[in-house]
């Protein structure tokens, strides 16, 4: 018993899982963010464009 609990404490396999997680959770805010404003941008960039063709 004493045996199954150290190799418990030791594995550190679901702390891995969570860090890949929280780095693709990150990413993934990133990557949102960049391409919200990015839409913004172009959309804008859009609308001048029509406007000037009228």
């Not at 890949?20 to 990133?30: E, K, M, N, Q, T």
């Amino acid at each position: 018993m004493k045996n199954l609990v150290a190799r418990f404490a030791a594995d550190e396999s679901g702390a891995t899982a969570i860090e890949y997680g929280l780095i693709a959770a990150g990413i993934s805010v990133a990557i949102i963010t960049v391409a919200q404003g990015l839409g913004t941008k172009l959309n804008s960039t859009f609308g001048t464009i029509k406007n000037a063709l009228k």
